[in-house]
């Protein structure tokens, strides 16, 4: 790897820090001014924290779509084997069912609340995301820039800028 690539990484790798310890003190401060006021500086409604909120996305995304499916595919394989072996998983099956089933509910009321509790964190934005985008366009130039080097992963690198963004806030 090339000098200018490591600093490139280097680089990203110190903006993401600050990206994420600055804005965190930023945020608190803000919310302490408010504090004594009486009035807290929240982030209006529909905002999400960076990297916390788009998070927190993905697990409601494994709580409500993810759970099912993948309860779906080990009991069909618990009765499937079962079955191979002439016995009867139909209890065994029902159980795993239930259970999912309640994980599947109780994890997604958990999610919503944890993005009720972390839209304050949301005044971090303005700091984070030209952060985020700074570290995306970092790694998206690596990946374009240096591919030959890269190879074959050049491409892949270059496209995780867009997964990078992904967890900016909104």
Do not use: H, W
Not at 81 to 91: C, M, S, Y
Not at 122 to 131: G, L, T
Not at 138 to 150: F, H, R, W
Request: glycine share 12%; hydrophobic share 45%.
């Amino acid at each position: 790897m090339s000098v200018a690539t490591r600093s490139l990484f280097r680089a990203a790798i110190l903006t993401l820090g600050v990206s994420v310890v600055l804005p965190a003190g930023s945020a608190l401060a803000a919310l302490e001014q408010g504090a004594g006021t009486g009035r807290a500086v929240l982030a209006a409604e529909g905002e999400s924290p960076a990297i916390v909120g788009p998070t927190l996305g993905l697990f409601k995304f494994g709580t409500d779509i993810g759970t099912p499916i993948a309860c779906n595919l080990a009991t069909s394989y618990i009765a499937d084997g079962a079955a191979e072996l002439d016995q009867n998983a139909d209890a065994a099956v029902k159980e795993i069912n239930n259970g999912c089933s309640t994980f599947s509910t109780e994890g997604t009321k958990l999610v919503v609340q944890g993005q009720e509790a972390s839209k304050p964190l949301a005044a971090v934005n303005e700091f984070a995301n030209p952060a985020i985008d700074q570290v995306a366009d970092s790694v998206a130039q690596t990946g374009t820039e240096n591919g030959e080097v890269l190879a074959p992963m050049g491409p892949t690198i270059a496209g995780l800028g867009d997964t990078i963004r992904f967890f900016k806030g909104k």
